[in-house]
C-alpha cells in the first residue's frame, strides 16, 4: 500500500470518486489538500471544459488529483425504439406543460474516439488519469503514459479486471455493484455477475498483480479498513462525498440524500447504462417503462440521457425535482453532511480506531 501511496505522492488510502455531474473543482481541490486523492469527471464535457476545470483545480491546490474519462462503445442509434421511449415519456413531459424533443443524440462522446480530449490531458499532463466503461485503445493509454501519469481503470469483474491489467493500468478500481452512479460495465449488454465490493476487491486482489482500490458502499472508516484488511491500497468513495457543500449537487439532491427514507435502485431508464440512483419519480416511472405492455427499452447511452435531462428540466422549470439523476450507492443512508476536508479527516479518525479495533463512527 505505501508504495503505490507514495507513487501518487498522497498520505492517506482515500480517494474521492469524479462522479460526473457532481464533482467539482472545488471538492477534488479540498480532498487533495487534506491529503487523500480527490478527483474530477470530464467524461460529460468537452476538451475546452476539461482543461478549464484542471486549470481550476490546480488554481487551489498544488497536490496531486484524478482526471476521469469516460470509454463506453459507440451508441446505436435507433429511430424506432427512440420514437417509442420519447411516447413512453410523453405523458410525464405533458404534466409539466412540455413537449418531449422531437430527436434524441447523442450529448456525450466517448473518450474512445476523442482526439481532443486526448490532446487536453495530454498537455495537461494531471498526476492520475482513470477510466470509466472500458479501456481506450494501446495508442492512446501510450501518450497517457508518456506524461507520467498513472493510469486506473474500473473493473466489475474478474474479466474486466484481468483486461485493463493486459493494457497497461497501474491499478484498477474494484466497482462492487453496491456503488452509486454508473455501472462500470465494459459491455452493457453482456450479463452482469453483480459481483459486491467486497467478494470483488478479494477476487482481484487475489487474482491481479496490480493494486486494486475498492469502491462501492463505502461510507466511513470502519469500512475503508475493511477492504483494506482484504488487500486493497486504498478505497474510492463517491457517494460519501455527495453533501459536501464544495460538491455540485442541488438542493433538492442533498434534502433527497440526508432524508430519512433513502432507497436506492438500479435503472438503465434514466440514461441507456445501468446506474445506482436515489429512489424517485423518474426511477419509479422507467420501471413502469420498462416493465410494461408493452415493454420499453431505453435508446442506447448517452442518447437515451438526452431525453432523460430534457425531463428533469420540464419538470424542475415547474418546481419538481424528483426526475434529476440523483446518483448514490447503496450506503446513502450513512450520507453526512460536511464539507470536504473536514469528512476526510472525519474518515481518517474512523479508520485509525477501526484498525484499533473501534467502529465509531465521528459524526
Known sequence: MTSFL???RIELPIFQAPMAGVSTPALA???SDAGALGGIAVGAVDAADARTMIAEVRATTARPFNVNVFVHGPPRADPGREAAWLAGLAPAFRVYGAEPPTALRAIYRSFAEDDAMLGALVEA???VVSFHFGIPEPRRVSALRATGAVLVSSATS??????AEAAGVDAVVAQGYEAGGHRGVFDPTAPDERLGTLALTRLLV?????PVIAAGGIMDGAEIAAVLRLGAVAAQLGTAFVACPESAASPAYRAALLGDDVHTVMTSGISGRPARCLVNRFTTLAEELTNGTPALTPPDYPIAYDAGKA????ATARGEHGYGAQWAGQG???ARALPASELVAALTRELRAAEQGSATRTD
Open 158 to 163: 474478474l474479466a474486466e479486471g484481468r483486461a
Open 332 to 334: 446513502a443512508p450513512l
Open 125 to 127: 499532463a494531471p498526476a
Open 6 to 8: 507514495d507513487r501518487l
Open 206 to 210: 487475489q487474482r491481479l498483480g496490480v
Open 311 to 314: 425531463l428533469h428540466a420540464a
Open 29 to 31: 481541490a479540498a480532498v
